[in-house]
């Protein structure tokens, strides 16, 4: 056989096997791809003992050089570090030092059978912090991450230097879901879920939809107790933001359709201080959907001298 048929060959099997791999174990596939474009990007992924558990996080060093500021960033339910890969990598080169743990249960992190409860998720994040080595940082938290971000710099403002926060829950809202809208059990309640995370959801092909549903449902026990404990009330925050004592951002989708940009408005009115900046157009996954505003947001926010206070700012359509 000549060498330009075999090679012809090698090629076929190749894409016929990585098509078939692909189909078969499409969001595998996507993650691998995902962590080596991170990866690529200068971002490790590590592990660490906090709390009794060895957790899984992704660390970006400042590309300029330097011990950087630290920075720790908490994904929400459902969610894992990889979630922020659209703003690692600019906060890095904007000369943060990133630090993004998988939470207690969630992405590459053990799942131990425990309550889930936002206080074991902020301890875990302080514990998490004192094993990397981070005295005090500047946090941000993401939806029920967010809510995690809060209690912490509540719980241990010595710990938090400035708190960002991105479509966050922690305080009551009147919902217009139940907790089964996180743990879909079919294709419709899949959809329904994606469209009220983003307000232009990208339809998967069938493969991939029935990937997601069997992987939401097998880490669905996890979720289902996050959301117990999160409906329980045991930790919600509205009788205690007034305590804020961390200069407070906070983002918000104005098509948020699963935390309505009511509630930012809220937050940013109790919290003392707080500067709200809304993000037209966005939706619930505004860190990732509209990455480069957010982006410009937070470093902003984070290295005003002195700390911004006060009011809606657009840091989109500042000078």
């Given at each position: 056989?000549?060498?330009?048929?075999?090679?012809?060959?090698?090629?076929?099997?190749?894409?016929?096997?990585?098509?078939?791999?692909?189909?078969?174990?499409?969001?595998?596939?996507?993650?691998?791809?995902?962590?080596?474009?991170?990866?690529?990007?200068?971002?490790?992924?590590?592990?660490?003992?906090?709390?009794?558990?060895?957790?899984?996080?992704?660390?970006?060093?400042?590309?300029?050089?330097?011990?950087?500021?630290?920075?720790?960033?908490?994904?929400?339910?459902?969610?894992?570090?990889?979630?922020?890969?659209?703003?690692?990598?600019?906060?890095?080169?904007?000369?943060?030092?990133?630090?993004?743990?998988?939470?207690?249960?969630?992405?590459?992190?053990?799942?131990?059978?425990?309550?889930?409860?936002?206080?074991?998720?902020?301890?875990?994040?302080?514990?998490?912090?004192?094993?990397?080595?981070?005295?005090?940082?500047?946090?941000?938290?993401?939806?029920?991450?967010?809510?995690?971000?809060?209690?912490?710099?509540?719980?241990?403002?010595?710990?938090?230097?400035?708190?960002?926060?991105?479509?966050?829950?922690?305080?009551?809202?009147?919902?217009?879901?139940?907790?089964?809208?996180?743990?879909?059990?079919?294709?419709?309640?899949?959809?329904?879920?994606?469209?009220?995370?983003?307000?232009?959801?990208?339809?998967?092909?069938?493969?991939?939809?029935?990937?997601?549903?069997?992987?939401?449902?097998?880490?669905?026990?996890?979720?289902?107790?996050?959301?117990?404990?999160?409906?329980?009330?045991?930790?919600?925050?509205d009788f205690r933001l007034y305590q804020m004592e961390r200069p407070t951002l906070v983002v918000w989708g104005d098509r948020d359709e699963l935390i309505p940009l009511s509630v930012g408005e809220k937050?940013?009115?109790?919290?003392?201080?707080?500067?709200?900046?809304?993000?037209?157009?966005?939706?619930?996954?505004?860190?990732?959907?509209?990455?480069?505003?957010?982006?410009?947001?937070?470093?902003?926010?984070?290295?005003?001298?002195?700390?911004?206070?006060?009011?809606?700012?657009?840091?989109?359509?500042?000078?």
């Open positions: 056989m000549k060498t330009w048929l075999r090679v012809l060959v090698v090629l076929v099997v190749v894409g016929l096997l990585g098509g078939a791999t692909f189909y078969l174990h499409p969001i595998g596939v996507s993650d691998q791809i995902l962590r080596l474009r991170l990866w690529r990007q200068g971002v490790k992924s590590e592990y660490v003992d906090a709390g009794g558990y060895r957790l899984h996080y992704l660390e970006a060093m400042p590309t300029q050089g330097g011990a950087g500021t630290p920075l720790v960033l908490i994904h929400g339910l459902g969610s894992r570090g990889e979630d922020w890969a659209a703003l690692i990598p600019g906060l890095a080169a904007q000369g943060f030092h990133v630090y993004v743990p998988d939470l207690l249960g969630y992405g590459r992190s053990p799942r131990p059978d425990v309550s889930y409860s936002i206080s074991l998720q902020e301890a875990t994040v302080a514990q998490f912090m004192q094993a990397v080595h981070v005295a005090r940082a500047d946090v941000g938290g993401w939806s029920m991450g967010g809510w995690v971000a809060m209690k912490l710099a509540l719980e241990h403002p010595e710990m938090v230097d400035r708190l960002a926060i991105y479509d966050s829950a922690g305080i009551y809202f009147p919902a217009t879901f139940g907790a089964d809208l996180f743990v879909p059990a079919d294709v419709t309640g899949l959809r329904r879920l994606q469209a009220m995370l983003s307000p232009n959801p990208v339809r998967l092909p069938g493969f991939a939809e029935a990937a997601a549903l069997r992987k939401l449902n097998r880490n669905g026990w996890v979720i289902e107790r996050s959301v117990n404990s999160m409906t329980n009330g045991k930790d919600i925050l937050i940013q009115q109790e919290i003392p201080g707080a500067v709200l900046d809304v993000m037209e157009g966005c939706g619930h996954l505004a860190p990732a959907e509209c990455s480069n505003r957010v982006l410009k947001a937070t470093v902003e926010f984070m290295k005003a001298e002195p700390a911004m206070t006060g009011g809606r700012y657009s840091f989109a359509a500042a000078k």
